[in-house]
């Protein structure tokens, strides 16, 4: 069975997503598209030579009988109300970050779905899907370090524009880790606390950068992160791992090490596009293989909803000064 895809949002990672699947997986086809910029859409429908329809609204392109699956790549504030419109239609759903720019959104897709009786969500938290993370859960998993107590991470971005303000350091950024942190140490959030060094001169007028966000989880291990969206020398992702017996650090992306001209080095890539590849690639052929067996896998509504349980605290956190609780609410048997 081919799924036919219906894409919502043709931005950067729209586009990006649309030529993995007509051109890199297998078993999809991208048979329609929709932007809230016409053009943008009729651009990537001839940039990428699909054979697609191009919808005036994402509405009307969940509803059209040819689309098995919807995917939202459209900027976060509007993907609740296209993943409630999926999930009204019956439809399979795969969701970019962040499932909801609130838990409550996210609550309101939880229940929809529990309503609904059926998995149809997946969210794009690809990090699940990398291979150097998937080197960290298995290790940690196999207690070969013993018990994680500690996390050190970095998520460094070489720039964002003007549109880039304080708290989506948050919801847009620190939500990848998030996410990973649940799914790495099987465990929730307990506290959050976000403190501010510096301000770097790249920044602007709206945006502290960097940041620095203090995790406790429910089993008491603690976490930092930097978050550091204007560090201008590449795109970076860290993440240390301190365990009773032993240390693991996530693995820098494969890259020649070269010697010249009295250096020595290796090259540092520029964007989460290249740096995540393989693991967008695998998502989405997941996506896609649950589709036709009507049966998906991945991170869940449930997991969308508790990265914004944590993520909503953390922006209070940045204004309040303070240790603040995070509550997560039980998790519904439907989800486990
Ligand atoms: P973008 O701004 O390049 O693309 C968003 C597109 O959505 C634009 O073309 C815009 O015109 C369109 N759009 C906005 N509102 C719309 C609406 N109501 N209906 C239809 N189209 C609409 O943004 P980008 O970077 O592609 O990000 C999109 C989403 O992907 C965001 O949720 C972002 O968080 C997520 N993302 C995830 C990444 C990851 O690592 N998983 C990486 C980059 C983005
Ligand atoms: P983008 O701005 O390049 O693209 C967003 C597109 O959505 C634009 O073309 C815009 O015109 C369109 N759009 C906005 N509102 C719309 C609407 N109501 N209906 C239809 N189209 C609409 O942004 P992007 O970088 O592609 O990010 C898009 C989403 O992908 C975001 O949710 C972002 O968080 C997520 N994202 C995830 C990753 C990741 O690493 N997983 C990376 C980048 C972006
Ligand atoms: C972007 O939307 C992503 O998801 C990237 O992975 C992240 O590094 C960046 O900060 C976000 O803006």
């Known amino acids: 069975m081919t799924v036919r895809i219906g894409v919502i949002g043709t931005g950067m990672i729209g586009e990006d997503h649309a030529k993995r699947i007509s051109q890199t ?40 009988d040819n689309v098995d699956a919807v995917l939202v790549t459209s900027w976060g504030p509007t993907h609740e109300e296209y993943v409630l419109s999926a999930l009204a239609a019956g439809k399979y759903v795969f969701c970019e970050k962040p499932l909801a720019h609130t838990a409550d959104g996210c609550k309101r897709i939880v229940d929809a779905e529990v309503a609904g009786g059926k998995r149809l969500v997946q969210v794009g938290f690809m990090r699940r899907y990398d291979s150097g993370y998937l080197l960290l859960k298995n290790a940690i998993d196999k207690g070969q370090i013993g018990e994680a107590l500690m996390l050190h991470c970095a998520h460094r971005n070489p720039s964002v524009p003007e549109s ?80 009773e017996e032993g240390v693991i650090n996530l693995p820098e992306p494969e890259s020649l090490l070269m010697r010249k001209q009295a250096q020595l080095s290796n090259a540092i890539l520029m964007d989460w596009k290249k740096r995540f590849v393989a693991a967008f690639d695998v998502e989405l052929q997941m996506f896609i293989d649950g589709v036709a067996k009507d049966s998906i896998t991945g991170p869940t509504s449930w997991d969308g909803y508790a990265a914004a349980v944590a993520s909503d605290v953390c922006v209070l956190a940045q204004t309040s000064g303070q240790i603040e609780p995070i509550e997560m609410p039980e998790q519904p048997a439907f989800y486990r």
């Open 25 to 64: 997986l297998t078993g999809g086809k991208i048979v329609a598209v929709t932007d809230v910029n016409p053009d943008q859409a009729r651009a990537v429908v001839d940039r990428l030579n699909l054979d697609a329809q191009i919808y005036d609204n994402g509405h009307d392109l969940i509803k059209a």
């Open 164 to 243: 880039y303000i304080t708290p989506m350091a948050i919801y847009d950024t620190l939500i990848h880790e998030l996410d990973v942190f649940r799914w790495l140490l099987d465990d929730d959030f307990k506290t959050a606390q976000v403190v501010f060094p510096r301000k770097s001169r790249y920044s602007h007028s709206q945006l502290a950068d960097p940041q620095i966000v203090l995790l406790e989880t429910v089993k008491g291990v603690r976490i930092d992160v930097e978050i550091f969206v204007n560090c201008q020398y590449g795109y970076d992702i860290q993440c240390s791992v301190v365990g």
